[in-house]
């Protein structure tokens, strides 16, 4: 546990753009010859990486801020669950809105978690490239 001042300092070091995850994907699919824009405000849900070539987009998810269940990064944690839980409940329920305002646009939505980029990243990303350019 940490004090408040001490809690507060950790918290404005969290990178809500340009996080290690989005990095890691966007340097995979530059790699690939992908080209693609960043986090653009005129979609819903301000997606992480764009693809306009492909109508298609990628949302790069932390686990804990995204509510990835099952997941063993995603914990609510013990200090102050009455703030906690309906945060993470309240970007849940807008991942989802953002999805589903994309689809019903026309837009192919990848998620992809922390996790997926811890273990076996390469096969989830080509998993990922191969969506990209077959299914959507």
Same mark, same amino acid.
């Given at each position: 546990?940490?004090?408040?001042?001490?809690?507060?300092?950790?918290?404005?070091?969290?990178?809500s753009k340009n996080t290690k995850g989005e990095i890691i994907v966007r340097k995979y699919l530059h790699r690939l010859g992908f080209r693609f824009r960043l986090h653009d405000s005129k979609l819903p849900g301000k997606?992480?990486?764009?693809?306009?070539?492909?109508?298609?987009?990628?949302?790069?998810?932390?686990?804990?801020?995204?509510?990835?269940?099952?997941?063993?990064?995603?914990? #609510?944690?013990?200090?102050?669950?009455?703030? %906690?839980?309906?945060? @993470?409940?309240?970007?849940? &329920?807008?991942?989802?809105? $953002? #999805?589903?305002?994309?689809?019903?646009?026309? %837009?192919?939505?990848? @998620?992809?978690?922390?996790? &997926?980029?811890?273990?076996? $990243?390469?096969?989830?990303?080509?998993?990922?490239?191969?969506?990209?350019?077959?299914?959507?």
């Amino acid at each position: 546990m940490f004090d408040p001042q001490k809690r507060s300092e950790i918290m404005s070091r969290i990178r809500s753009k340009n996080t290690k995850g989005e990095i890691i994907v966007r340097k995979y699919l530059h790699r690939l010859g992908f080209r693609f824009r960043l986090h653009d405000s005129k979609l819903p849900g301000k997606p992480d990486i764009v693809l306009p070539k492909y109508k298609s987009v990628i949302f790069v998810h932390g686990c804990f801020w995204h509510g990835h269940q099952g997941c063993k990064y995603y914990r #609510v944690p013990k200090t102050n669950p009455e703030y %906690w839980i309906p945060k @993470i409940r309240r970007n849940v &329920e807008r991942d989802n809105e $953002s #999805v589903c305002a994309l689809s019903a646009m026309g %837009w192919g939505v990848e @998620i992809i978690w922390e996790c &997926e980029l811890k273990k076996d $990243s390469e096969k989830r990303l080509d998993e990922l490239a191969h969506s990209i350019v077959f299914i959507n």
